[in-house]
């Protein structure tokens, strides 16, 4: 996103100002971390080709959305002003994505510590039983000295691969994550949070495609297909059903599940009064700033998470302790 918020801003900027599309691409070229990809896109507009004809190869990897806008922008005449409001977007999606890594920092770190932890008292354990001739295994896990913290360290790797993996599985495919969506749906916060950031996504996709004057259906699908999120996506034929039947929008969005009733209302607004791309633009400013505080609340929550099972864990260890000395005591005793 931050590649594509550079290029749609600084040709944008060029395109508003008069100067040649193909000089700025070019540009953009040696600037840019894929720069073969917008090389091919410059020999193309070369070529004589359009912006959006060069960029159709790049789907896949640009996005459905990015070069619908812009095939759009340019048949309306309006590239230079799309391309900046594409740039707005990246932009608020780059904010809240920098939060969210922010918000997550102390949660991480605290853990990492802990982790660490657990693997310095392994080896510990591992002296101490070299010492004494007594295997204390404190955390009941059967992981004392070097062997124990080996068996660890591959617990751990293998875990987290197995995490990335699954995380590189899912991202960015609505199939296959469908499910994690409607789970994570359920849980407070995390749900609010994500159906959050989903409604914004899709208010701004309704912002850029009804202005432009695209056919509605098209408009609709590229929005909800933005979203990003399962339970609003699949909320996309239910909606085109109402529509494509005689029902105006705001009967199409009643007849969806799990869209707020500031959406509907806005939809309704928006639609009687013939600005629904700027109740929309302002409700996205809404969603915005929601997300960010949920992300904020998210954050503490999650940082009381970690503390609370850093202290069951310590908790935990005495108790073990506690019970190793008092065994020793009882064997000392019987001993007399």
Not at 172 to 178: A, D, L
Not at 267 to 274: A, L, R, W
Not at 325 to 333: D, K, L, Q, S, W
Request: glycine share 10%.
């Amino acid at each position: 996103m931050k590649q594509l918020s550079g290029f749609c801003r600084r040709v944008g900027i060029s395109v508003n100002a008069g100067l040649n599309l193909i000089d700025a691409v070019k540009r953009e070229a040696s600037r840019q971390r894929h720069s073969k990809l917008w090389q091919s896109v410059a020999v193309s507009l070369e070529n004589g080709y359009s912006l959006a004809e060069s960029l159709r190869p790049f789907k896949k990897q640009l996005g459905e959305m990015f070069t619908a806008l812009i095939e759009v922008g340019e048949e309306s005449g309006h590239l230079g002003e799309m391309l900046t409001d594409l740039a707005d977007y990246y932009d608020q999606m780059i904010q809240i994505r920098r939060d969210f890594l922010k918000s997550l920092t102390l949660p991480i770190t605290e853990l990492i510590v802990a982790i660490i932890i657990v693997g310095i008292m392994i080896l510990v354990l591992g002296v101490i039983e070299q010492l004494t001739g007594q295997r204390v295994d404190l955390l009941g896990w059967g992981l004392v000295g070097i062997t124990g913290f080996v068996r660890y360290v591959i617990f751990l790797a293998v875990t987290g691969s197995l995490g990335v993996f699954l995380y590189r599985f899912l991202k960015g495919n609505i199939q296959r994550s469908r499910p994690v969506h409607y789970v994570l749906l359920r849980i407070p916060k995390i749900g609010r949070m994500l159906k959050t950031l989903a409604l914004m996504r899709l208010t701004w996709g309704l912002h850029l495609t009804m202005r432009t004057g695209m056919d509605v259906s098209r408009a609709l699908t590229l929005s909800f297909q933005g979203s990003g999120f399962a339970p609003i996506c699949d909320q996309l034929p239910v909606i085109l059903d109402t529509v494509e039947n005689g029902g105006t929008l705001a009967d199409a969005f009643q007849a969806a599940e799990y869209l707020d009733d500031d959406l509907l209302s806005s939809v309704d607004s928006g639609e009687q009064s013939g600005n629904l791309p700027e109740l929309m633009h302002k409700l996205t400013d809404q969603y915005f700033q929601e997300s960010l505080l949920n992300l904020k609340i998210l954050s503490v929550s999650g940082g009381f998470a970690v503390y609370g099972c850093i202290a069951v864990c310590i908790i935990f260890i005495i108790f073990r302790l506690f019970s190793f000395y008092i065994g020793i005591i009882n064997e000392a005793v019987s001993g007399i």
